[in-house]
């Protein structure tokens, strides 16, 4: 295929947010249909280490550091390019960098969520080993109506 995974330069950062909007679109075969206002992409900004894949990006992962330990934040890919191995690709290298264990927060039942993800050897993370910052994340996400779309998990992958 011939996409490598790369460091997201400057000249990829304002491509991300359609990227992201064309990934949510792809929730709406399932009833989700996310809430208006800026993208994640967007929210975390600066304070994520972004990974693109394709020349331009096809698709993005986007790692910011909560209780630190690197958590991942989103993975992305334009709608006409899932299912292709892409988003595996982006996570691969995400895991490949992570020290520590990687945690994400993703919906418990939808296809390329949860199952993938237990797939790529993540496990659910019991609430009891939360840190405060991944419990004020929960929060947010409660607080701005995600959970009210599906239910959601923690889930963790140790390194190594």
Not at 8 to 31: C, H, K, N, T, W
Not at 84 to 95: M, W
Not at 134 to 153: F, K, S, V, Y
């Amino acid at each position: 295929m011939g996409m490598a995974v790369r460091e997201a330069q400057a000249r990829d950062l304002a491509l991300l947010p359609e990227i992201e909007r064309s990934a949510d679109g792809v929730f709406a075969s399932l009833g989700i249909v996310f809430p208006p206002g800026p993208t994640v992409i967007e929210e975390v900004g600066a304070d994520a280490r972004v990974l693109v894949v394709g020349e331009p990006p096809v698709g993005f992962a986007a790692v910011v550091e909560l209780d630190g330990h690197p958590h991942l934040e989103q993975i992305a890919l334009s709608a006409g390019h899932t299912g292709r191995g892409i988003g595996g690709l982006l996570l691969e290298r995400v895991v490949a960098q992570a020290t520590g264990p990687l945690t994400l927060i993703t919906f418990r039942h939808v296809p390329w969520n949860g199952p993938w993800y237990a797939r790529h050897g993540f496990t659910e993370l019991p609430e009891e080993r939360w840190g405060p910052q991944l419990r004020a994340h929960w929060q947010a996400e409660i607080d701005g109506g995600l959970h009210a779309l599906g239910p959601r998990l923690v889930m963790c992958r140790r390194s190594g």
